[in-house]
């Protein structure tokens, strides 16, 4: 993982000076989810061996950095895994920008505790009574007498948008429902999982690909008579799972020329087949 | 032709002079137009006094009162733990330590100046945060008091040097005239040197809470970053500066979001001008 994201940053100062110096037809910039840079990053690799000629460079920051970038128009193709808002179309065509929606990989959203938290299985109403600072005690879930921390991602991850809309406010619109202000906003997947893993009352979530054996992933029912399900990826795939969400790909208008021929590369067998071993589920 | 050299010479001095005020006020009418944008929309007692820092939602409710109070928190915090610390230190170095000793003390205090805040974040993170986790058997480590611990880190070596030299610079007469009349050293030093110093040490105090306010990636690490009314120090806070290094990534060019970070900068702007002129007006009493 460490090393991954080192290899990221070395390519990217290596050669985005080149790539924003020359502005060359054969060099992509590519930017967004920390979700979905490990899996990018997996595609550019290995389409830059196949295509030696052509040079992507992948950095994270969050899906909003990643669609705010592509409307300020510093990069080519965002990753995002969240939808674009209407506000954010409204901003890209004032710029005459038409962002172009890429539906490319599913990811199941983990809901990890520490592996020593006797609790391993929850409603979709019992964390949203957790993140919104209903339930404060894992007492009332049938833990031990502690009060729960609370992790969150920052406001910047398309994580921490999907989690507020789809399980804290159960996809309605008009819900107002947010986190509770007394949960750690934490800058990365990373720096969750590495919280809970320490932390025998934290509560975290981010993308599938996070867990390891040091966190435990909570089984999730979508109310207490449906069936808990865990986040694999045959759950996800089936749609048992309930908290999954598209992983997206943001471009200028339709994809054409080195976007496309990279885009086509990463909706193909091969390239699905790299989102099965980066721990996400592929489109088909 | 030795005139020209001088005049050419002098009037390109005066320049790189002036150079630096005229980009201090660039940033401030920068700051000053992107963030009072926010106030068409938003009044200035919702942004000021409201408790509540949701700024991507619908509507966005963009209080800053649990920002302000967090970052005060922390400061207050941590110059609790440097101001005596950083005085004490001082005293010892001008007025007591050997020769060697003062060397050697100057020189680890320069060293622990240059250590980067990302790496004091870094160390706290791993070692301070279970410590304070642990001790004061808490839910989760990243506190208030962790920033303010690692925070007094950074100030101390400013508030040393800035001491240490006004302590220096007391007339040795006075101290002369003390020992003379029968004083002790501790007498000397508590009766007369430190209030001769008084002003200078105040402005040292001064300046290193300035950079503690203004320190950022280090209380990002360990503060944990939630945006709470802080009614204890052994809780989480989120300060304005992280606030502005967390969120200005994401915040779209020309949004209420955009426009509130630059807003909550004007802030933290009045506040470390507000500390800087209270210590350049305690320096220049001194004089």
Redesign the interface.
């Known amino acids: 993982m460490f090393r991954r994201l080192i290899t990221v940053f070395f390519l990217f100062f290596g050669v985005a000076s080149t790539c924003f110096a020359a502005k060359n037809n054969n060099c992509l910039q590519i930017k967004g989810s920390d979700t979905m840079v490990n899996l990018v990053q997996s595609w550019a690799e290995k389409y830059m061996e196949i295509n030696p000629q052509d040079f992507l460079a992948v950095t994270g920051?969050?899906s909003?950095?990643g669609?705010?970038s592509l409307?300020?128009g510093s990069c080519d193709i965002a990753m995002s895994s969240r939808f674009i808002t209407s506000?954010?179309i409204d901003?890209a065509r004032k710029k005459s920008i038409e962002p172009f929606e890429i539906k490319a990989a599913l990811d199941g959203l983990a809901v990890v505790v520490n592996p020593k938290n006797p609790v391993s299985k929850l409603t979709i109403d019992q964390l949203a009574g957790i993140f919104t600072g209903k339930i404060k005690n894992w007492k009332e879930l049938g833990g031990p007498d502690?009060?729960?921390?609370l992790l969150s991602r920052?406001?910047?991850s398309g994580t921490h948008?999907y989690f507020k809309e789809h399980i804290l406010r159960r996809g309605n619109p008009a819900s107002?429902e947010?986190f509770a202000?007394?949960?750690?906003?934490?800058?990365s997947s990373q720096a969750i999982a590495d919280?809970v893993s320490?932390?025998t009352?934290?509560i975290g979530y981010y993308g599938m690909g996070y867990i390891s054996s040091k966190q435990k992933a909570v089984a999730v029912a979508k109310d207490d008579k449906s069936v808990y399900e865990t986040p694999t990826i045959d759950n996800v795939i089936k749609g048992l799972y309930p908290i999954s969400r598209p992983l997206l790909i943001y471009t200028n208008g339709e994809p054409k020329g080195l976007v496309k021929k990279f885009i086509d590369y990463a909706l193909s067998k091969e390239g699905q087949g790299i989102v099965v071993q980066t721990d996400f589920v592929p489109i088909k | 032709m030795r005139k020209i050299k001088e005049f050419i010479i002098e009037k390109l001095i005066l320049l790189c002079g002036l150079a630096s005020i005229f980009f201090v006020i660039l940033i401030f009418i920068f700051l000053l137009k992107e963030g009072l944008a926010l106030f068409k929309t938003v009044g200035v007692d919702k942004f000021l006094f409201g408790q509540?820092?949701?700024?991507?939602?619908e509507p966005a409710q963009l209080g800053i009162l649990?920002l302000i109070l967090g970052s005060l928190l922390v400061t207050f915090g941590a110059a609790v733990i440097s101001i005596p610390i950083g005085v004490g230190c001082a005293l010892y170095i001008a007025e007591i330590a050997p020769p060697k000793t003062k060397e050697f003390l100057k020189a680890g205090i320069e060293l622990l100046a240059a250590i980067p805040s990302v790496v004091l974040g870094f160390i706290g993170m791993v070692t301070l945060v279970?410590w304070v986790?642990n001790i004061f058997h808490l839910?989760?480590g990243?506190t208030a008091l962790s920033g303010s611990i690692m925070l007094a880190f950074m100030a101390m070596p400013t508030i040393v040097s800035i001491a240490e030299d006004a302590l220096y610079s007391v007339p040795k007469s006075y101290k002369e005239g003390a020992f003379a009349l029968g004083a002790t050293h501790w007498q000397t030093i508590h009766r007369v040197i430190l209030p001769a110093a008084s002003s200078g040490i105040l402005a040292a105090v001064m300046l290193g809470i300035g950079r503690v306010i203004g320190e950022t990636m280090a209380v990002?690490?360990i503060t944990?970053?939630?945006?709470?009314?802080p009614n204890s120090i052994l809780q989480?806070v989120?300060t304005l500066t992280a606030t502005i290094a967390?969120?200005m990534?994401?915040?779209?060019?020309?949004?209420e979001h955009y426009f509130a970070l630059f807003a909550v900068g004007i802030v933290l702007f009045i506040i470390s001008f507000a500390i800087n002129v209270t210590a350049d007006l305690f320096l220049h009493k001194n004089k």
């Open positions: 920051g969050g909003g950095t669609l705010s409307i300020s506000k954010e901003l502690a009060s729960i921390v920052e406001v910047n948008v107002t947010e202000p007394a949960a750690l906003m934490l800058s919280e320490q932390n009352s934290a | 509540k820092w949701y700024p991507i939602s649990p279970p986790k839910p989760t990243l990002m690490m944990g970053n939630a945006a709470i009314m989480p989120r967390a969120e990534g994401e915040a779209v060019v020309g949004s």
